[in-house]
């Protein structure tokens, strides 16, 4: 897909992806990290795909990101779903959408150099905090 098509496509949908693409990148990393059995696996991974963990993420890349970046970021962030969180925050959870929008819009756009290079960051600033866990 074009960059323009991407950026065209709806927010919810380029969120949809961009869960997809972050969950399976989580999980491809920690198992690279350290052997662990399936349920520590999947504990784990809540630190990174969570909303509040999003939204943290999100709030800490802010300041790199592009325009167009930041743009798509604020169209996922004010998307409006016809869910609603059951363990999140309102505002993670839209910031965590505006994340993962983020996420499959670099995806879909073929900038595969630039998101390899959002999602090392992403899971770095939540794995320096997560080492203490063992």
């Known amino acids: ?3 323009e098509q991407a ?3 709806k927010p919810l949908v380029l969120a949809y992806i961009g869960d997809a ?3 399976s990148y989580v999980r491809h990393r920690l198992v690279n990290e350290k052997y662990r059995d399936a349920h520590d696996l ?3 991974s809540i630190k990174f795909v969570s ?3 999003q939204s943290g993420i999100l709030k800490k890349l802010e300041q ?3 325009d167009r970046e930041k743009d798509v970021v604020r169209f996922g ?3 409006h779903s016809n869910t609603v969180p059951k363990n999140a925050d309102i505002t993670d959870y839209h910031a965590a959408t505006g994340f993962e929008a983020l996420v499959g819009y670099l995806d879909l756009s073929g900038q595969t150099e630039r998101l390899e290079e959002l999602l090392n960051r992403s899971f770095e600033f939540v794995y320096a905090g997560d080492r203490s866990d063992g």
């Open 51 to 53: 909303a509040a963990a």
């Open 77 to 79: 962030r004010n998307a």
């Open 42 to 44: 999947h504990v784990r």
């Open 64 to 66: 790199e990101l592009t």
């Open 21 to 23: 693409v972050f969950e």
């Open 7 to 9: 950026f065209l496509t």
């Open 1 to 3: 897909m074009k960059e």
